[in-house]
């Protein structure tokens, strides 16, 4: 993925309402396309078969089919989507259960317009957001060890290098600026990522973050 392609966006959300005004907020943003709404977690199934977008924007309370259900079935059938849910509140037991489903970004229905784009951007290109709202309960919750979705912790050994970037993973810095400040290539540091991965025995960004915090890697912030 890139930052310049267009990013085909589905939203899901059972208030017309907030769709209408997500609508007329994107419209002022070309790069992003609004290929499709649902009401319910079930319409958003059969829109994402359809329309094959790129980033989905859920919301998480929805009736027939919620938000975290979705977004499990999305994650199981549709790895390569990204996700971020949508709450009016920033409930710590909801940001839980969408991470564990497979969300890889999270935001609070009113964070302002340049953080939802932001958000989508972000997502589009592989790597998790969090409002600031989010950001701070979820580091807060690892902290107290509150948060641990992966419960087969396993020690491993990590060279000075990966532990670097273990660091800027955790500092929310994207590969290119890890490859920038460490002077290797993208390629590289993206390798290095996937082993990291493998050697915690974690699926994505969020399990490596709890990972670096829990094993005193990194420290809290």
Known sequence: MNTTADIKLIIADDHEIFRDGFKLMLSKFPEITLVGEAANGRELMELIEKENPDVILTDIKMPVMDGIEATKKIAEL???????????YDDDELIIEMLEAGAKGYLIKNAGKDQIIEAIKTVYNDEPYYCRTTSSKLTQM??????????????????EREKEIIACICAEMTNKEIGDKLFISVRTVEGHRLKILEKMNVKNTVGLVVYAIKNGIVKPL
Do not use: T
């Not at 549709?78 to 009016?88: A, E, Q």
């Open 78 to 88: 549709y790895p390569d989507k990204g996700i971020i849910g949508l709450s009016m």
């Open 142 to 159: 690892i902290a107290k060890s509150r948060f641990n979705p992966y419960k087969k912790i396993v020690k491993a050994e990590f060279s």
